[in-house]
């Protein structure tokens, strides 16, 4: 569900962050630009929540809650690299204390059909044929910085992975990089 009165009930949408609310452990399936659906940030919750037990949360925007997404990428990550794990979700309430039944849930997911066919079509097609998602002149650089800099594979591994994530985002990995060079 979500507090997004103007998100209609049905909408399909995909997770680019997802938190397990009884952790605080945060999960980052990568996403790619040029997706078809709305993005939004996940709180996975262990029990069902209402609009009403959520209003100190509501005053930081939106809130999009599910009971599901924090076990399904725990699972995941243990078999895929995060650029294969797509979280898709369909709202099916605006945190309301009702809960629908079998039946409207399922005309629901009926309804997004289509679309989630689409979604799910792109994504093949780009496990099949991917792109590379840091071009071969970047990679080498954020190499010879890591060298050059002397970091430890630690920080070799949090420069890749600032880099990758500012091209995935389709944003200029460029400043990152000029800090890592200071």
């Known amino acids: 569900g979500t ?3 103007a998100c209609p009930v049905g909408q399909l949408v995909l997770a680019g962050k997802v938190t397990d609310m009884d952790t605080g452990r945060a999960y980052y399936p990568d996403l790619r630009k040029d997706n078809l659906l709305p993005v939004v940030a996940l709180c996975c919750h262990s029990r069902p929540v209402t609009v009403t037990q959520m209003v100190p949360a509501l005053t930081d925007g939106d809130v999009w809650c599910d ?7 725990e699972a995941a990550a243990r078999f895929l690299s995060a650029e294969r794990i797509l979280i898709l ?8 204390p009702g809960r629908q039944n079998v039946r409207w849930l399922q005309q629901l997911m009926g309804g997004q059909l ?13 496990m099949a044929n991917p792109k ?6 970047i990679d080498e650089a954020v190499d010879k910085i890591i060298e050059k800099q002397r970091f430890t594979a630690a920080m070799a ?6 880099v990758r994530q500012a091209c995935l985002a389709g944003n200029d990995p460029m400043p990152t990089l000029r800090v890592a060079m200071d």
């Open 132 to 137: 590379p998602i840091i071009p071969g002149d």
């Open 157 to 162: 591994r949090q420069l890749k992975l600032a």
């Open 89 to 96: 979700k369909i709202v099916s309430d605006h945190l309301e």
């Open 114 to 126: 289509p679309v989630l066919a689409r979604t799910l079509e792109q994504a093949a097609s780009q």
């Open 67 to 73: 009971m599901e997404s924090a076990g399904f990428m």
């Open 3 to 5: 507090s997004r009165q």
